[in-house]
């Protein structure tokens, strides 16, 4: 990866930062941003490590932890912010909400809540690829509690046995609702389990957001030669508790601090700024942009007019 797009890297990094941030802090009062708000603080390598080794016609499919994953795959912020306000001019015209935001025109077909649900959705789109003989591939995003679900493991098998052009993103964040990886499997790496389904699977550092682009790109170099799917587990952690709702008691707090000192920003900010590729005064401009950004959205989502009562049925299907 040249300089230039590790810039384009941290920038989006930020822009997830600022925009979870923001949700964090305006949910606090429910009358200005209602509901829970579940985000991937701490995580953000990971998204934007994926997101920059894709193509745009590739498919991602997200989970409830899903901000960060839309952002890198291209959608706007204003778009996304005004869903999550429940607002018209949302991707889904306000009828998703933060939880369930599909951007189809980036290619983000689906996010699901439903823990594990996601994984055998993306084995149907990589079937999908397959069967019409298109280059490109899709990645689910899912953390290690959902690597627990059968819907995980059926979904591997098939995935490898039709030799799909599927990456699975495991971002194992150390917990599963309040409940650490050790007390809900015994295993320590999730990525061992791809051997049952003689799939290549990878470990990386979650908060390298360069290891993970690498790794990304690697395994849709595979997907697309015919070398099979791949699943790479990303070690990182949850900064914060599982929702805006959780006060993350069960969560140590000089193991947070630790992993603070890990922070995926100050990594890849450290690294361009040694190497001169930013000076610290680019680095701050980047930050402010990320802001700026992030403000707009609010303005946008804020202006943006409620959906009509008699537009509720539209779109649904069932
Ligand atoms: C099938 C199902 N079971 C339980 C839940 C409740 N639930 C929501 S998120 C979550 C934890 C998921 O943990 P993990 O897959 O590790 O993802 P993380 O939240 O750590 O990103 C649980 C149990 C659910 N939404 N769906």
Known sequence: MNSDEQKKLLRMMLLI??????????????????????????????????????????VIISNHRSHGHLLAKGAEPDLIMAEIFG???????????????????????????????????????????QYRQKNDVTVCFFGDGAADEGSFHEALNL????????????ENNVYAGAQRQEEHARIKDVAVRAAAYAMRSEIVDG???????????????????????????CKTYRWGGHSTTDHQLYQPANEIARWKERCPILKLKASLTRTGAL????????????????????????DSPWPAPEEALEDVYV
């Open 207 to 233: 908060n390298d957001a360069l290891a993970v682009h690498q790794a990304a790109r690697k395994a849709r170099e595979d997907c697309l030669s015919g070398a099979g799917p791949v699943l790479i587990e």
């Open 17 to 58: 930062r600022r925009f979870e941030e923001k949700l964090v802090d305006l949910s606090k009062d429910p009358q200005k941003l209602s509901g829970m708000m579940i985000v991937c603080t701490g995580q953000e390598a990971i998204s934007a490590g994926v997101g920059a080794a894709l193509e745009a016609d590739d």
């Open 159 to 170: 995935a490898s046995l039709w030799n799909l052009p599927v990456i699975f993103i495991c």
């Open 87 to 129: 607002r018209r001019t949302g991707y889904n015209k306000g009828k998703s909400g933060t939880l369930h935001i599909a951007v189809p025109e980036v290619n983000a077909l689906c996010t699901t809540t439903v823990v594990g649900g996601g994984i055998p959705i993306a084995v149907g789109t990589a079937f999908a690829m």
């Open 279 to 302: 000076t610290n005064q680019q680095v701050e401009r980047l930050e402010k942009e990320a802001g700026q950004q992030v403000e707009h959205a609010v303005q946008f989502a804020l």
